[in-house]
């Protein structure tokens, strides 16, 4: 399947949360999982990011696709 979406991170379902409208998929990401962040000089001088930093990285994104095989859904994303 292509797709132009860069931020995918395989996994295997390991809940399925149906209600009327939407479903609540919950799945689990393989380690060790890299996520790349593109962010301003001035942004990395003043958290003083280096090699080695504990760090979290948060995603903005205001849904969350799902594929399987040769087919592709989206779902709003669900905080929680």
Do not use: F
């Not at 949360?17 to 998929?25: F, H, M, R, S």
């Amino acid at each position: 399947m292509k797709i132009s979406a860069r931020n995918r991170l395989k996994g295997t379902v390991k809940s399925v949360e149906k209600g009327i409208v939407t479903a609540k998929v919950k799945i689990e990401i393989a380690a060790p999982t890299s996520i790349t962040a593109v962010i301003t000089k001035e942004a990395t001088e003043e958290l003083n990011i280096k090699v080695g930093d504990a760090v979290e990285a948060i995603v903005k994104a205001t849904e969350v696709m799902v594929a399987k095989t040769n087919q592709t859904h989206t779902i709003p994303i669900i905080s929680g």
